[in-house]
C-alpha cells in the first residue's frame, strides 16, 4: 500500500522570504512523486514530478522539490515567496510496482499562507 | 488544448435525492478518473476508466455510487441516494492512457448534501 502524509496544516511564510512544503511518502518500489496545487474553485493543477535522475526537480512558477530517498521525503520548496502563491498544496505518489495503473495517493493538504 | 469540462460547478440536494455528475475528459484521453475530494482531506479515486471499461472502482461505494462512461469519452457519476456524508468536490481528471505518469484535473462539482 502506499500513502502520503504531509505534517503541517498550515505553513505561514512572509512575501519575500523562503518556503517550504513538507511531504513524507511510503511505497512498496520506487517512487514516482508529484506535487499539485488548488486554488480556490479551482481544479487541481499540477507542479512537478519526480521520476528519476536528479534528486532536485524544477517546476512551474518557480517552485522545486527536494527528493530524498532515506527519508523518505519529497520536500516542496521556492526561494522567494508571493502572495499570489497561497493555495492548498497536495503531495502525491504512485509506486512503480502498479503495472501502469496511475493510481495517485494524496496527501490531506498544507494550506500555504504568504502575507505581505 | 481544451481542459477536462465538468458540469454543474455547485450542486446543493437534500439526502436522499439523486444527483448526476457530468465530465468531458481531454480529446484523445483514453483515460478518466472521478475522484472525491472531501472538506480536510486529499483526493480519493473512485474511479477509474481505461476506454469505456472499469480499470478500478475498489473505492466506489456501489450501493449508491455508480459510473459510467458509453462510448469512452464522456462520464457521468451518479449518486442514488445522496447522503450528508458525500458532500464533497468530485473532481474528474483524464490521461492519454494508463501509462502517462499524471492526470489532469477538472475545476470539480462540488456537491452540498442537506
Known amino acids: 500500500a502506499q500513502s502520503v502524509a504531509q505534517p503541517e496544516d498550515q505553513v505561514n511564510v512572509a512575501e519575500g522570504n523562503p518556503l517550504t512544503v513538507k511531504c513524507t511518502y511510503s511505497?512498496?518500489?520506487?517512487?514516482?512523486l508529484f506535487w499539485y496545487v488548488q486554488y480556490p474553485n479551482r481544479g487541481l493543477q499540477f507542479l512537478l514530478k519526480?521520476?528519476?535522475?536528479?534528486?532536485l526537480v524544477k517546476g512551474s512558477y518557480g517552485f522545486e522539490a527536494e527528493f530524498n530517498k532515506s527519508q523518505t521525503s519529497f520536500h516542496l520548496k521556492k526561494p522567494s515567496a508571493l502572495v499570489s502563491d497561497s493555495a492548498l498544496y497536495f503531495c502525491?505518489?504512485?509506486?512503480?510496482?502498479?503495472?501502469?495503473?496511475?493510481?495517485?495517493?494524496f496527501g490531506t493538504g498544507t494550506q500555504l499562507k504568504v502575507e505581505l | 488544448e481544451a481542459g477536462v469540462a465538468q458540469s454543474p460547478r455547485y450542486k446543493i440536494i437534500e439526502k436522499r435525492q439523486s444527483v448526476a455528475f457530468w465530465c468531458n475528459p481531454i480529446?484523445?484521453?483514453?483515460?478518466l478518473y472521478w475522484y472525491q475530494q472531501i472538506l480536510g482531506q486529499g483526493p480519493k479515486l473512485l474511479i477509474q476508466?481505461?476506454?469505456?471499461?472499469?480499470?478500478?472502482d475498489s473505492q466506489l461505494p456501489k450501493d449508491r455510487f455508480s459510473a459510467e462512461r458509453l462510448k469512452g469519452v464522456d462520464s457521468t457519476l451518479k449518486i442514488q441516494p445522496a447522503k450528508l456524508e458525500d458532500s464533497a468536490v468530485y473532481l474528474c481528471?483524464?490521461?492519454?492512457?494508463?501509462?502517462?505518469?499524471?492526470?489532469?484535473f477538472g475545476s470539480g462539482t462540488r456537491l452540498t448534501v442537506v
Open positions: 511505497v512498496s518500489g520506487n517512487p514516482y
Open positions: 502525491a505518489v504512485r509506486d512503480d510496482l502498479t503495472g501502469g495503473g496511475n493510481k495517485l495517493t
Open positions: 481528471a483524464s490521461s492519454l492512457d494508463r501509462g502517462t505518469l499524471f492526470p489532469t
Open positions: 476508466f481505461q476506454n469505456n471499461g472499469v480499470v478500478d
Open positions: 480529446s484523445g484521453h483514453a483515460t
Open positions: 519526480y521520476i528519476t535522475g536528479d534528486n
